[in-house]
């Protein structure tokens, strides 16, 4: 079984960042990874994913330029560097991992799942 701990949520101001960190433990998670987020009331959305190898990646239109996806494959630890946030980025964001080598924009095509940690932007 593989556990997906996220870490690095917090509250900040318009314009600023934040870097969310995904650490895999158990079984050895060699495949792609991505990250999705959910605001209150609404559905959960993806938001970045990348390969296995780190050589390809994802972004949905309303972060792209903003966000970036990478992994460290050594640590079992994948990142997403979030800058110029906006009051539309709060949300919870989710690490999720799936059993291929290609990264995915669809929710289902993840297998593991992290529980979540908060990202709030207001002044």
């Known amino acids: 079984q593989v556990q997906l701990v996220e870490s690095g949520g917090g509250s900040v101001q318009p314009g600023g960042s934040l870097r969310l960190s995904c650490a895999a433990s158990?079984?050895?998670?060699?495949?792609?990874m991505g990250w999705f987020r959910q605001a209150p009331g609404k559905e959960r959305l993806f938001v970045a994913a990348?390969?296995?190898?780190?050589?390809?990646?994802y972004y949905a239109d309303s972060v792209k330029g903003r966000f970036t996806i990478s992994r460290d494959n050594a640590k079992s630890t994948v990142y997403l560097q979030m800058n110029d946030l906006k009051p539309e980025d709060t949300a919870i964001y989710y690490c999720?991992?799936?059993?291929?080598?290609?990264?995915?924009?669809?929710?289902?095509?993840?297998?593991?799942w992290g529980q979540g940690t908060q990202v709030t932007v207001s002044s």
């Open positions: 999720a991992g799936r059993k291929y080598l290609i990264g995915s924009r669809q929710l289902d095509d993840y297998d593991y």
């Open positions: 158990g079984r050895t998670l060699n495949a792609a």
């Open positions: 990348i390969t296995w190898t780190g050589g390809s990646t």
